[in-house]
């Protein structure tokens, strides 16, 4: 069985000849059919977009640039973020921008109520190794709580299938190839779209409300998850970009967590119960300041070069003769 996440999308699964109460059923014939838009002159200039309040980013950004796609490395330079949108980008690319700025976008949550348990709660987190009787009796208690056709199933070989749903709170835009046509269900099974270099980039902002499910096996890892939905609209940013967080809401308090890459969102979901209070899952911008073991050399060698380069200069100065 293959280990890839399917996505299927929930208004999908409503079974054929019974639809859901004030919902019609999806028909070809509803189809709205959207006629090919005139030919664009592909050498007229392009437009600097507008609203923009570039400022150079933090030392502890590390990600990837908005525009082209490319990590973002630099010492001194760390490249531009606009104050309202959070575009970012490296200096070079700043005047090639061409989306509007979108002003602060409100997504929803309230920062203040807001706990990063990553970052108050440092310690390891653990789930517990359940045996195969104790996932059956889960399943069993999971599949008796819901009010949906979205069970989970257990599979002859110990795993199991189940369905997550996941909201997109992204406050930075995404990139797809601008040359490509809308992703369809099945090009993001297959995973179209991610083999090759994008050469042309069309950034836009992803709904502030964008909610996708996916139906998953048991293994599934958070990487993976991640990587299914960056297939599904054709992203062709880095998935490093983008971190899966699970959020619990306790006593008035919301507390937030980023996963690790091999965590298994779907065990998570059966050990916590169907309830979205007591776990949510919500993909954000990776902007946590933590680079990988590549980066992190690479970071180490610019630091490296510029400590020679500075040395030389201070050399050269005091050999300098005052005239």
């Known amino acids: 069985m293959s280990t890839e996440p399917e996505l299927i999308e929930l208004r999908e699964l409503t079974p054929a000849g019974r ?29 600097p977009g507008r ?20 990590f973002i490395w630099g010492v001194v330079r760390k490249g531009l973020q606009c ?20 002003g602060p976008r409100d997504l929803g949550w309230d ?28 399943i069993k208690e999971y599949n008796s709580q819901i009010n949906s056709n979205l069970f989970m199933s ?53 709904p ?10 048991s293994r599934t890892r958070a990487r993976e998850v991640i990587e299914a939905l960056l297939r599904k609209f054709l992203v062709v ?22 996963l690790s890459d091999d965590e298994q969102p779907l065990k998570l979901r059966l050990l916590a119960g169907p309830s979205e209070k007591a776990l949510s899952f919500v993909l954000k911008e990776n902007d946590t300041g933590e680079v990988n073991r590549e980066e992190e050399e690479h970071l180490r060698q610019i630091l490296q070069k510029y400590s020679h380069c500075r040395q030389k200069i201070q050399e050269a100065l005091h050999s300098c003769p005052l005239g």
């Open 19 to 47: 639809p859901g109460p004030g919902r019609a059923r999806l028909e070809r014939a509803n189809a709205l059919r959207i006629a090919p838009s005139p030919a664009r002159n592909l050498a007229r200039k392009q437009v």
């Open 51 to 70: 609203g923009h309040r570039f400022q150079p980013a933090g030392p502890a950004t590390h990600t990837w640039c908005d525009l082209c796609g490319d």
């Open 83 to 102: 104050a309202y949108c959070k575009f970012t980008c490296h200096y070079r690319c700043r005047a090639l921008v061409c989306l509007d700025c979108c």
């Open 111 to 138: 920062p203040a109520l807001e706990r990063d348990t990553n970052v108050d709660e440092p310690a390891e987190w653990k789930t517990p190794e359940l045996s195969q009787a104790e996932i059956e009796q889960k």
């Open 154 to 206: 257990l599979n002859k070989d110990g795993s199991y299938t189940g369905f997550i749903k996941v909201q997109l709170k992204l406050v930075r835009p995404v990139s797809v190839p601008s040359n490509k046509k809308p992703p369809s269900l099945q090009d993001a099974r297959r995973g179209t779209g991610r083999g090759t270099a994008v050469k042309r980039r069309t950034s836009f902002y992803l």
């Open 208 to 217: 502030k409300d964008a909610i996708k499910h996916l139906h998953v096996l």
């Open 237 to 258: 940013d880095d998935p490093r970009k983008f971190a899966l967080f699970e959020r619990a809401e306790r006593h008035g308090q919301v507390y937030s967590r980023k």
